[in-house]
């Protein structure tokens, strides 16, 4: 037979998820919502032409009775890269379909990396800390406005999450300069390791693919002109 205190480790932790839906209902949202956002369970949509902005709330595995952890991913989706590139267009996507992805502790420094309601009332500098890391990334995520600005953006970034999808669109959409700068950085950063030949082997059927002229050799050799 259950006994009491089992009753109230489940009352306490449905404590703790409403508070969590306290502060997704009367911060985030509103937050979120003045910035033109929807709200489709814990992701967040704002739509610009053909760009898609996605703010999303993931809980952790690790949440208890009396701690509820959670991750705020962020993410924009292009549905012009999808469609030159002949991939399903999606009205909804999900932070990692998007073709940029990023963790909020990563745009906005100086997070944790994960945030924790350990109270059953939220503290205010608590609030205050998510609050500015938000509204710094809604900033930065505004400030890309079309595919050639996020390509850019992730290039000064010096990720190479998704790489391949940008270097293919580039060349699809003629924006030569930008995509011999992405296998120049590419190069530079990863030559000297073993795989290499992997970014070798991509970067050419991409090229073969999209019938350009020149060599991967060529384009390397720019670099020190």
């Given at each position: 037979m259950l006994?009491?205190?089992f009753?109230?480790?489940?009352?306490?932790?449905?404590?703790?998820?409403?508070?969590?839906q306290?502060?997704?209902k009367?911060?985030i949202a509103p937050?979120?919502?003045?910035?033109g956002?929807i709200?489709k369970?814990?992701?967040?949509?704002c739509k610009s032409?053909?760009l898609?902005?996605?703010?999303?709330?993931q809980?952790?595995?690790g949440?208890t009775?009396?701690?509820?952890m959670f991750?705020?991913n962020?993410?924009?989706?292009?549905?012009h890269?999808?469609s030159?590139?002949?991939?399903?267009?999606?009205?909804f996507?999900k932070?990692?379909?998007?073709?940029?992805?990023?963790r909020?502790?990563?745009i906005?420094?100086?997070l944790?990396?994960?945030?924790?309601i350990?109270?059953k009332?939220l503290?205010?500098?608590f609030?205050e800390?998510?609050m500015n890391?938000?509204?710094?990334a809604?900033?930065?995520?505004?400030?890309i406005?079309?595919e050639?600005?996020?390509?850019?953006f992730m290039?000064?970034?010096?990720?190479i999450?998704?790489w391949?999808v940008y270097?293919?669109y580039?060349f699809?959409s003629?924006?030569?300069?930008?995509?011999?700068?992405?296998?120049?950085r590419?190069h530079?950063q990863?030559?000297?390791?073993d795989?290499?030949?992997?970014f070798?082997?991509i970067?050419?059927n991409i090229m073969i693919?999209?019938?350009?002229?020149?060599t991967?050799?060529?384009?390397?050799?720019?670099q020190?002109?």
């Amino acid at each position: 037979m259950l006994g009491k205190h089992f009753y109230l480790l489940i009352f306490q932790f449905y404590l703790m998820k409403e508070t969590f839906q306290l502060l997704v209902k009367q911060y985030i949202a509103p937050l979120l919502k003045k910035e033109g956002f929807i709200k489709k369970n814990l992701n967040f949509y704002c739509k610009s032409q053909t760009l898609t902005y996605v703010i999303n709330l993931q809980n952790s595995n690790g949440n208890t009775y009396d701690k509820t952890m959670f991750y705020v991913n962020c993410g924009i989706y292009s549905s012009h890269i999808a469609s030159v590139l002949s991939m399903e267009i999606l009205e909804f996507p999900k932070e990692y379909q998007c073709h940029y992805s990023e963790r909020l502790e990563n745009i906005a420094k100086g997070l944790q990396p994960k945030f924790e309601i350990i109270q059953k009332e939220l503290e205010p500098t608590f609030i205050e800390t998510l609050m500015n890391g938000l509204s710094v990334a809604l900033k930065t995520m505004k400030e890309i406005q079309n595919e050639i600005t996020l390509c850019e953006f992730m290039f000064h970034q010096g990720g190479i999450n998704m790489w391949e999808v940008y270097l293919e669109y580039l060349f699809a959409s003629n924006q030569m300069p930008l995509a011999k700068k992405m296998i120049q950085r590419i190069h530079k950063q990863f030559n000297m390791e073993d795989r290499w030949y992997i970014f070798e082997k991509i970067m050419r059927n991409i090229m073969i693919k999209q019938n350009i002229n020149l060599t991967l050799e060529q384009i390397i050799a720019e670099q020190h002109i």
